[in-house]
Nanobody, 118 residues
Framework: QVRLVESGGGAVQPGESLRLSCAASGFVFRNADMSWFRQAPGKDRERVSAITRGMGSIYYLDSVKGRFTVSRDDSKDTLYLQMNNLKPEDTAEYFC???????????RGQGTQVTVSS
């Protein structure tokens, strides 16, 4: 079955960077579109970024454009999210998901917490 394991979260100060990783297994990663979502307490889940198989198309949430970069290494079955110039409003649980749209629970990881505060 689909298994996605995120890592790389943590607590940082505004302006700092983090790189999230998502190790995938249970499906042919190179054939899959992949996404990053986040959810903060009391807020709706939002799609932060997405990347198609072959990296033909990439999506970014407006508020992270120019700061976040999504990438994938198909040789390692791993998805990445480089997050620079982090802001307090980026604080959330981040999780990766298989697919481009809103994923069913079985197609997303357990999440990694990102906290940005001074």
């Amino acid at each position: 079955q689909v298994r996605l394991v995120e890592s790389g979260g943590g607590a940082v100060q505004p302006g700092e960077s983090l790189r999230l990783s998502c190790a995938a297994s249970g499906f042919v990663f190179r054939n899959a579109d992949m996404s990053w979502f986040r959810q903060a307490p009391g807020k709706d889940r939002e799609r932060v970024s997405a990347i198609t198989r072959g990296m033909g198309s990439i999506y970014y949430l407006d508020s992270v454009k120019g700061r976040f970069t999504v990438s994938r290494d198909d040789s390692k079955d791993t998805l990445y999210l480089q997050m620079n110039n982090l802001k307090p409003e980026d604080t959330a649980e981040y999780f990766c998901a298989k697919g481009w749209g809103n994923p069913p629970p079985q197609y997303r990881g357990q999440g990694t917490q990102v906290t940005v505060s001074s």
